[in-house]
């Protein structure tokens, strides 16, 4: 156990500020030593670059517009809308819960941390540990299904702008492995650079919304209300209608995954127990309200359905964007702003998915977590943890190249990872929130630490009452029907191409990683490790 001193500890939450940019860092540094870790990241993010940072990884009208077909096939027009209102308001559940642990705790780890601060002293280590495990599935995960998106909508706009252009699924691969590269880059860069582009990101974020919402209403013609909202559809064949409408509903949860995002890069954001929870908040209600009003506006400007699935880009917005705007030209204008955001997607993927991995690291989670918990003293990043990241994402794009099916289902790992971490951490809390063991806020307590074992504090932000109970149990039934469907194929009958095969990577990776536990973890891992006393 490594020894640290602060200077300036602050004691009282009310102390006189001489010099307020210096305080605001000594007191970000002194809430992270009451959760036990040692400032040694560079703090260069304020609320406005973290929102679009949030916002970026979301994408939530972005995604809609590749995912949306999804809820159309399984559940039709009024299937995609209804679905996208249900996963808005229990992904807004899910929010508020990450919000007050992020403001509780706020640390890179998230998700293995707070297990660890909430869980009982005899299931802490082991639970932890699998947290820990599941959030790095999901992450890893995601950041392959950012990259791989960004790549296969450059190849699909080469499509789209020459029809005589036959593509290969390699061409896709090595597109993703470009996006990757450049995110390294940008991530390696150091100083301000990153925050100062995630703000200007959030800029293009909101007018790119408006260049397609406006556009495609002017020029597009227009379908009745009753087909929208009315006409539903079972195009997989499933044994219900609402088994379809479940099941086509991972599409909207997809265009709002990542929501933990801004958690794990706490250690670098300014006032992060005030700062973190805002972003995420404003995020999912910023995101939500342009996501399903860019979804209404599409359903009613659509064309064909079946000319959008069968586009031979991949992609059926490119197809619904060509028949609104009557042009190829007009369509590749607007597929440029998708693809630049997903880019930038991507990018921001990266630095949350390193970020993510090397705090698990820190803590001796993973093989090899002595060089992984590495900080370079020039720029103050994770830059092994970086790397690790970036090879792990250009691997992963190699399967693309044998079978697009098998990486989708790598890519759903994603949702049941993270998901089912959230799941963990959000029973955990509602436990100790209908048991009072967590004490108020009071920022001059000196002696409440949010370390395992600790008297529990809550953090600035919070929901009191019967509103916080009821949002966290709102917040796991929404949690547990969406991984229940996210290992649900899309079709029936179900044969080798349209398996979903998601359950089999997470569930292999969670075997690996016990095996890992029995054989070694357990003998290094003992939770989040407190660097300073």
Same mark, same amino acid.
């Given at each position: 156990? @490594?020894?640290?001193?602060?200077?300036?500890?602050?004691?009282?939450?009310?102390?006189?500020?001489?010099?307020?940019?210096?305080?605001?860092?000594?007191?970000?540094?002194?809430?992270?030593?009451?959760?036990?870790?040692k400032p040694v990241l560079k703090r260069?993010?304020?609320?406005?670059?973290?929102?679009?940072?949030?916002?970026?990884?979301?994408?939530?009208?972005?995604?809609?517009?590749?995912?949306?077909?999804?809820?159309?096939?399984?559940?039709?027009?009024?299937?995609?809308?209804?679905?996208?209102?249900?996963?808005?308001?229990?992904? =807004?559940?899910?929010?508020?819960?990450?919000?007050?642990?992020?403001?509780?705790?706020?640390?890179?780890?998230?998700?293995?941390?707070?297990?660890?601060?909430?869980?009982?002293?005899?299931?802490?280590? &082991?639970?932890?540990?699998?947290?820990?495990?599941?959030?790095?599935?999901?992450?890893?995960?995601?950041?392959?299904?950012?990259?791989?998106?960004?790549?296969?909508?450059?190849?699909?706009?080469?499509?789209?702008?020459?029809?005589?252009?036959?593509?290969?699924?390699?061409?896709?691969?090595?597109?993703?492995?470009?996006?990757?590269?450049?995110?390294?880059?940008?991530?390696?860069?150091?100083?301000?650079?990153?925050?100062?582009?995630?703000?200007?990101?959030?800029?293009?974020? /909101?007018?790119?919304?408006?260049?397609?919402?406006?556009? /495609?209403?002017?020029?597009?013609?227009?379908?009745?209300?009753?087909? $929208?909202?009315? @006409?539903?559809?079972?195009?997989?064949?499933?044994?219900?209608?609402?088994?379809?409408?479940? $099941?086509?509903?991972?599409?909207?949860?997809?265009?709002?995954?990542?929501?933990?995002?801004?958690?794990?890069?706490?250690?670098?954001?300014?006032?992060?127990? $005030?700062? *973190?929870?805002?972003?995420?908040?404003?995020?999912?209600?910023?995101?939500?309200?342009? =996501?399903?009003?860019?979804?209404?506006?599409?359903? &009613?400007?659509?064309?064909?359905?079946?000319?959008?699935? @069968?586009?031979?880009?991949?992609?059926?917005?490119?197809?619904?964007?060509?028949?609104?705007?009557?042009?190829?030209?007009?369509?590749?204008?607007?597929?440029?702003?998708?693809?630049?955001?997903?880019?930038?997607?991507?990018?921001?993927?990266?630095?949350?998915?390193?970020?993510?991995?090397?705090?698990?690291? !820190?803590? !001796?989670?993973?093989?090899?977590?002595? /060089?992984?918990?590495?900080?370079?003293t020039r720029n103050f990043f994770p830059?092994?943890? *970086?790397?690790?990241?970036?090879?792990?994402?250009?691997?992963?794009?190699?399967?693309?190249?044998?079978?697009? #099916?098998?990486?989708?289902?790598?890519?759903?790992?994603?949702?049941?990872?993270?998901?089912?971490?959230?799941?963990? $951490?959000?029973?955990?809390?509602?436990?100790?929130?209908?048991?009072?063991? +967590?004490?108020?806020?009071?920022?001059?307590?000196?002696? #409440?630490?949010?370390?395992?074992?600790?008297?529990?504090?809550?953090?600035?932000?919070? #929901?009191?009452? *019967?509103?916080? *109970?009821? +949002?966290?149990?709102?917040?796991?039934?929404?949690?547990?029907?969406?991984? &229940?469907?996210?290992?649900?194929?899309?079709?029936?009958?179900?044969?080798?191409?349209?398996?979903?095969?998601?359950?089999?990577?997470?569930?292999?990776?969670?075997?690996?990683?016990?095996?890992?536990?029995?054989? !070694?973890?357990?003998?290094?891992?003992?939770?989040?490790?407190?660097?300073?006393?």
């Open positions: 156990m @490594e020894s640290y001193e602060l200077k300036h500890r602050a004691t009282s939450g009310n102390r006189e500020v001489s010099d307020g940019g210096n305080y605001k860092e000594e007191h970000d540094d002194v809430l992270l030593a009451r959760l036990g870790k260069t993010f304020g609320i406005l670059s973290m929102i679009g940072f949030s916002c970026t990884i979301l994408g939530t009208w972005e995604g809609i517009l590749s995912t949306f077909i999804t809820p159309l096939e399984n559940g039709g027009s009024a299937g995609a809308v209804y679905s996208f209102i249900y996963a808005w308001t229990g992904t =807004g559940c899910c929010f508020v819960l990450l919000a007050e642990m992020a403001s509780m705790a706020p640390t890179s780890g998230g998700q293995y941390h707070w297990c660890a601060m909430l869980a009982p002293p005899r299931y802490m280590k &082991f639970l932890s540990y699998i947290t820990g495990w599941l959030t790095v599935i999901g992450w890893q995960a995601a950041f392959a299904s950012s990259a791989y998106m960004a790549g296969t909508e450059i190849l699909g706009a080469i499509v789209l702008g020459n029809s005589l252009f036959e593509s290969q699924a390699y061409q896709g691969t090595l597109l993703m492995w470009a996006v990757v590269l450049l995110g390294l880059g940008v991530n390696l860069i150091g100083g301000r650079f990153l925050s100062r582009m995630e703000s200007l990101i959030l800029v293009i974020h /909101i007018l790119g919304y408006f260049a397609v919402l406006i556009t /495609i209403t002017y020029m597009a013609d227009h379908k009745s209300a009753d087909e $929208v909202f009315k @006409e539903f559809n079972n195009g997989g064949n499933l044994y219900t209608d609402g088994l379809s409408f479940f $099941v086509g509903m991972t599409g909207c949860v997809f265009s709002f995954a990542g929501g933990d995002a801004a958690v794990h890069m706490a250690e670098e954001v300014n006032n992060a127990s $005030v700062a *973190i929870p805002r972003s995420i908040l404003l995020t999912v209600a910023i995101n939500g309200t342009l =996501g399903f009003t860019m979804l209404i506006a599409t359903l &009613f400007c659509m064309g064909s359905v079946d000319a959008a699935v @069968e586009s031979p880009t991949g992609y059926p917005f490119m197809e619904i964007f060509q028949q609104a705007t009557g042009s190829v030209s007009g369509a590749l204008g607007l597929t440029s702003i998708l693809v630049a955001i997903s880019i930038f997607a991507a990018l921001s993927m990266l630095t949350a998915t390193s970020r993510q991995f090397w705090s698990f690291a !820190r803590d !001796r989670g993973v093989p090899g977590w002595r /060089i992984w918990s590495h900080v370079s830059t092994y943890s *970086i790397y690790l990241t970036m090879t792990i994402c250009c691997l992963l794009g190699l399967i693309n190249i044998g079978s697009s #099916v098998a990486l989708n289902d790598v890519i759903s790992m994603a949702v049941s990872g993270l998901y089912t971490s959230y799941l963990i $951490v959000a029973v955990l809390l509602l436990y100790r929130r209908c048991t009072g063991a +967590i004490a108020p806020f009071n920022d001059s307590e000196d002696n #409440v630490v949010n370390v395992p074992g600790a008297k529990l504090m809550w953090g600035p932000f919070r #929901v009191p009452g *019967i509103w916080g *109970i009821l +949002i966290n149990g709102y917040a796991i039934t929404y949690i547990i029907i969406v991984i &229940f469907f996210s290992y649900w194929p899309t079709a029936l009958p179900v044969t080798v191409e349209s398996m979903n095969y998601s359950v089999v990577g997470t569930m292999g990776v969670v075997i690996l990683a016990i095996i890992y536990y029995i054989f !070694r973890a357990r003998h290094v891992y003992t939770g989040p490790i407190v660097e300073v006393l």
